[in-house]
């Protein structure tokens, strides 16, 4: 099992998700803190995350930081420095004796430590019901490789519908595989084999774009 998340719940979480043999790899979304307003304390965010991180690895389980957050235009973003003190955090943690900046490509990762990867890329649309529609026209990979789960058990195709918008069912109410398997989750993965999004948020979803027309 793959997980994706912000973090910012490990505290109470990690107990539930550290030596569990199905955990195969944890991606961190780092960019998320700089997108909710109040966010001050980066240095303790890191710290919880880290802390878990080197538990996990002792447990084989591949870790990846994601910086999905540059513009287009890379040279804006070195003037502008913006994931430097993120990044900085990382290169003391795992003595790193370069700037991760000098090695990475977008869309691309490198590794940094043993199991241990960092994953910048550029900024995408957020998917949201307000924001402009698309023709519907490409792919994702939603519900063939991946699904998400809510904190209340609403299951969506990924993780981008943090209100659950699409919602196909609950946890505890259904099995999960009844779930993925309903009229609606089957019209989804039925529309993307045809290029086609059915869903209106996913017409409304700018990382969708990443895969074509």
């Known amino acids: 099992m793959n997980i994706t998340t912000n973090g910012t719940l490990l505290p109470k979480t990690q107990h539930k998700l550290l030596g569990k043999p199905a955990l195969r790899q944890m991606n961190f979304s780092l960019h998320s803190f700089d997108g909710h307003e109040g966010s001050t304390d980066r240095d303790g965010y890191l710290s919880n995350i880290l802390s878990f991180v080197h538990e996990a690895i002792k447990h084989n389980v591949i870790i990846s930081f994601r910086l999905w957050n540059l513009?287009?235009?890379?040279?804006?973003?070195?003037?502008?420095?913006?994931?430097?003190?993120?990044?900085?955090?990382?290169?003391r943690e795992f003595n790193l004796d370069f700037r991760i900046e000098e090695k990475v490509v977008p869309g691309s990762g490198v590794k940094i430590a043993p199991?241990?990867?960092?994953?910048?890329?550029?900024?995408?649309q957020w998917p949201s019901l307000d924001a402009p529609e698309d023709d519907g026209k490409g792919f994702c990979?939603?519900?063939?490789?991946?699904?998400?789960?809510?904190?209340?058990?609403?299951?969506?195709?990924?993780?981008?519908?943090?209100?659950?918008?699409?919602?196909?069912?609950?946890?505890?109410?259904?099995?999960?595989?009844e779930i993925i398997e309903g009229e609606r989750a089957n019209n989804l993965?039925?529309?993307?084999s045809k290029r086609e999004a059915v869903e209106e948020l996913c017409r409304k979803c700018g990382y969708r774009q990443r895969f074509g027309a």
């Open 141 to 177: 990979h939603a519900l063939r490789g991946q699904a998400a789960v809510l904190v209340d058990g609403t299951v969506v195709p990924c993780c981008l519908d943090g209100e659950g918008v699409i919602n196909l069912g609950n946890v505890h109410e259904k099995s999960f595989s």
């Open 71 to 91: 513009t287009q235009d890379n040279f804006t973003n070195a003037q502008m420095n913006r994931n430097r003190e993120t990044l900085e955090v990382l290169e």
């Open 115 to 124: 199991n241990v990867y960092l994953n910048q890329d550029h900024e995408f």
């Open 189 to 192: 993965v039925y529309g993307f």
